[in-house]
């Protein structure tokens, strides 16, 4: 592969149980290398973007760039239960400090898998990875249909690009391009700590129209009323793109991120929420991001991120 990493494929081993026969397979029974040369059947595409920069640049803790590989290291001992294949596709890293470099070569990447068919899931990296992530998307539609932006999140993440980009800032860099290409900003925006965004972050994201719900407001209780209002973004959609930062997660079950929630929601609204994602036919893309393997306790953060990969792709 000249053009992208080579794919390490020694992370996907684990667990034999030889005696269950073919019910017994996990990940790494079943994943694939992907090949540049295509002539693949369509399946999930893992991409990895190792970079913080990002959140180096935010001020944050660093660490997420160890994420690509730390979360495949559980994904490969999870249970299989996939009807598609998934293939690896290896990882952008982000050695330089050169950011926008970065996310030109992982909007490539997302660009070709969706032009093979594939179902792109990258796994960051800082929350910087959303602009790789979209402007891939971005690339392959060519501007065919409307595109909606659903970030699990408790940050808008819409900080004014000033002299560079960093995790705080991909979703004012979307708008930005988006008015640039004559586009609508469609992004909703689910999770939101108010005390973790300022009143300058909640007057832009209502100049910019955008749909928040705050994490107070995000509980079983009312699961009815959020899946009417995700149906009703989703309504005005043709295509989804889905970004999940961890630290929208309790840090009680996601503690390896740069910034822990203090109130967080829980698995059992976020996954609800996914499957009606899913359902609507629309998802072409989506991400993880934040998880950082130096701040884990006992991996279980990792296992909270290969389980929501797991929810992703079946």
């Not at 053009?3 to 029974?29: C, I, T, Y």
Request: with cysteine; proline share 5%; charged share 20%.
């Amino acid at each position: 592969m000249d053009k992208f990493n080579p794919v390490d494929m020694s992370v996907w081993q684990g667990r034999q149980d030889p005696e269950d026969g073919e019910l017994a397979l996990r990940w790494h029974d079943k994943v694939q290398p992907w090949s540049q040369a295509g002539h693949t059947v369509p399946g999930v595409a893992l991409v990895g973007f190792a970079c913080d920069e990002g959140v180096r640049r935010n001020k944050g803790r660093v660490g997420a760039a160890g994420a690509p590989l730390a979360v495949r290291k559980l994904l490969a001992n999870t249970a299989w239960h996939l009807g598609r294949p998934v293939y690896d596709s290896g990882d952008v890293n982000c050695d330089d400090g050169d950011l926008d470099a970065a996310h030109g070569r992982l909007a490539e990447r997302v660009a070709s898998l969706l032009d093979e068919g594939h179902f792109p899931l990258v796994l960051g990296g800082g929350h910087e990875v959303a602009f790789g992530s979209w402007s891939g998307l971005n690339l392959h539609l060519a501007g065919r249909g409307r595109i909606g932006i659903i970030n699990f999140d408790a940050h808008f993440d819409l900080r004014m690009k000033l002299e560079q980009a960093s995790s705080g800032t991909p979703f004012f860099q979307i708008a930005e391009q988006c008015a640039a290409q004559g586009t609508p900003f469609t992004y909703a925006c689910l999770g939101v700590a108010e005390t973790a965004n300022t009143q300058a972050l909640f007057a832009r994201a209502e100049a910019l129209g955008v749909w928040h719900v705050l994490d107070e407001a995000m509980t079983p209780a009312e699961l009815p009323a959020l899946l009417s209002g995700l149906d009703a973004f989703i309504a005005r959609c043709d295509h989804l793109y889905l970004t999940i930062d961890l630290d929208v997660l309790p840090a009680a079950v996601m503690p390896g991120v740069s910034a822990p929630a203090a109130r967080g929601v829980e698995l059992a609204v976020i996954e609800p929420l996914i499957a009606h994602i899913r359902a609507s036919g629309k998802l072409r893309l989506a991400d993880l991001a934040e998880y950082n393997p130096s701040l884990d306790q006992d991996n279980r953060s990792a296992r909270v991120a290969a389980r929501l990969v797991h929810q992703l792709t079946k």
